[in-house]
């Protein structure tokens, strides 16, 4: 699967490498293609997930805000809850195309 803008592949990995959580796809970090991603101060605490970090998007045709985020320090109960350690696994906002 790709994580694209405009055409600009932001992630890429199979399936099978990444996790599908309340309907969006999280890429492990090392599908993130090198300065794709700049980070964000905008803050989010995920109930159940724990504190996230946000992230720019960047791509040769600009920076789109707030475009993706990951959850770096998971709860443990979240890792129970998904079955699977996603820490540090990156989603994208719907301004990206996940395909």
């Given at each position: 699967?790709?994580?694209?803008?405009?055409?600009?592949?932001?992630?890429?990995?199979?399936?099978d490498q990444l996790v599908k959580i309340e309907g969006n796809w999280y890429f492990p970090p090392s599908a993130l293609?090198?300065?794709?991603?700049?980070?964000?101060?905008t803050p989010y605490t995920c109930p159940w997930k724990g504190a996230a970090q946000y992230w720019d998007v960047v791509t040769p045709g600009g920076t789109t805000k707030d475009a993706a985020w990951s959850y770096p320090?998971?709860?443990?109960s979240?890792?129970?809850r998904v079955g699977r350690d996603f820490a540090g696994f990156v989603a994208f906002s719907?301004?990206?195309t996940v395909s």
């Open positions: 699967m790709r994580a694209t803008v405009d055409g600009t592949v932001i992630a890429e990995a199979t399936e293609t090198p300065g794709a991603l700049s980070e964000s101060p320090d998971l709860k443990p979240a890792v129970e719907p301004g990206v």
